[in-house]
């Protein structure tokens, strides 16, 4: 079964500087890998995904995320941050095997973008 | 093209009743998912619906239930309440392995 750990739960920084938030994954077949971005009392929207291909995936709002499956880490990065970044983000993984796709999350990370 | 619609969207019930939540899919998508988010945690998944058949299962006790219908929308029952059920329950829909979208949520809260 996959697992993911999101390293940071919480990300401080100030506005217009870069930030990386960090999530590792676990599982023994080839996944699909996800982040969402979750605003105060919404539900999750998806920021970017990666399912096959390059491993540098650009997804909304500026975000990028590398997959790295030696490292079994897909790291998402955006160079200058907004205030209006501040929210609560989730990486998740699901297996490609199986045909379930469905995608576990991990605790979240709460980015907090200071003026 | 319509979004996942989750109702409602907050409501109060007291430890040992039953409760219905409600979803309705994105059009096109034949899968939904839930989830259940407990306060300061990720979304733990709960079950999955396939074409109105279960196509995978969380750790959640069987007084957790739920059912597709033929339009694929869906409901998620939960009986016996207990107070640690109080949380974000989430519906996410989807067309096989492209990604879920989900809805804004119901909040539960178990008094």
């Known amino acids: 079964a996959q697992s993911v750990t999101q390293l940071d739960s919480q990300v401080p920084v100030f506005e217009e500087a870069p930030v990386e938030l960090r999530c590792n994954y676990s599982s023994s077949v080839s996944v699909y890998l996800f ?18 291909g390059s491993t540098l995936v650009k997804g909304i709002n500026g975000f990028e995320a590398e997959f790295n499956k030696s490292q079994t880490s897909f790291h998402l990065r955006k160079p200058s941050v907004h205030i209006s970044d501040t929210a609560e983000y989730f990486c998740a993984v699901s297996e490609v095997e199986g045909g379930s796709y469905i995608p576990t999350f991990g605790r979240g990370t709460s980015l907090i973008v200071h003026p | 093209e319509t979004g996942v619609t989750q109702s409602p969207t907050h409501l109060i019930k007291t430890r040992g009743q039953q409760v219905t939540l409600r979803c309705s899919s994105q059009s096109g998508h034949n899968t939904v998912s839930w989830y259940q988010q407990a306060l300061g945690q990720g979304p733990q998944f709960i079950f999955q619906y396939y074409r109105e058949e279960e196509n995978g299962r969380g750790n959640f006790p069987p007084r957790f239930s739920g059912l597709q219908f033929p339009n694929y929308s869906s409901e998620l029952n939960v009986n016996a309440l207990e107070l640690d059920d109080s949380a974000l329950y989430l519906c996410a829909s989807s067309f096989l392995h492209t990604e879920a979208f989900f809805g804004q949520g119901t909040r539960l809260t178990v008094v």
């Open chain 1, 35 to 52: 982040w969402y971005v979750q605003y105060p009392n919404q539900g999750l929207q998806l920021l970017l995904k990666y399912l096959s």
